[in-house]
């Protein structure tokens, strides 16, 4: 693959337009497996903080500071860290998830600068938004479901809306692994759960499909064992009849 050559087109300027101007000053970025992170310095500049001693990532950079630059920021490289990530894939899993959380745990709420790890997390309101098609690692495409999961602002009271991955980091497995579905709770339990829950003989869960009592299940739960729980007072938003 080549960098030099390589322009963004006219739909990823469009996002990067959107999405540069959406990140605060001081605000952190880190693409998704792209091994960069930059923190946007002003209101037009971003600088690389960190990057993967890898060539994937080298190219990623290059090709980042190419939309970036079509978006109008400047890009300032004078202090990237190298970081050799660990040969591991477990523990390079293990360790990209902790930065990620670490960073996590210091975001604010965007109206009134609230810490939201500080909300109330457990109320959580999923919200299925669309289909769109995905570029899988393989390189093929797959209709993949898009949710945002909202939680409301002890500060202030807004609806803050995040995507998934991002509500998991800031709120943990056990927040994440529940969810509310018509009335019902859903619990997923983890290995050990079972172990103990079938040692004792009590495995009365469900397991979770794309649908439960006609409606979607958040992806994220699918195929998990789950205890269920009547009467919550919370529902999947958008799907009352
Ligand atoms: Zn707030």
């Known amino acids: 693959m080549r960098t030099m050559d390589w322009q963004p087109d006219e739909e990823m300027l469009a996002w ?52 970036m630059g079509e978006c109008g920021y400047e890009v300032l490289e004078g202090d990237g860290e190298m970081v050799t990530p660990p040969l591991n894939p477990q523990s390079h899993i293990e360790q990209e998830f902790m930065m990620k959380q670490e960073r996590a745990r210091n975001w604010l709420c965007p ?77 997923g339990l983890d290995r050990k759960q079972l172990k103990e829950l079938a040692d004792a003989g009590v495995l009365e869960g469900q397991v979770l499909g794309g649908k439960v009592d006609g409606h979607k299940v958040p992806p994220w739960m699918w195929g998990m064992y789950c205890l269920v729980l009547d009467k919550s007072p919370i529902s999947i938003r958008g799907e009352e009849e």
């Not at 001081?26 to 060539?55: C, Q, R």
């Not at 602002?153 to 509310?180: K, Q, V, W």
């Open 16 to 67: 990067g337009r959107e999405n540069f101007l959406a990140i605060p000053v001081e605000g952190i970025w880190s693409p998704e497996d792209a091994g960069v992170t930059y923190k946007k310095v002003s209101e037009h500049s971003f600088a690389l903080m960190m990057m993967y001693n890898h060539p994937d990532s080298q190219q990623h950079h290059e090709r980042l500071k190419v939309l």
């Open 111 to 187: 109206d009134c600068d609230y810490p939201l790890a500080n909300c109330d997390l457990e109320t959580r309101v999923d919200e299925y938004v669309e289909n769109v098609e995905a570029e899988l690692s393989n390189g093929e495409h797959a209709d993949i479901e898009l949710w945002r999961c909202t939680i409301k602002c002890s500060g202030c009271d807004t609806d803050i809306n995040m995507d998934p991955s991002d509500y998991h980091l800031l709120a943990g497995d056990s927040s994440f692994m529940r969810c509310e579905i018509n009335n019902k709770t859903y619990i």
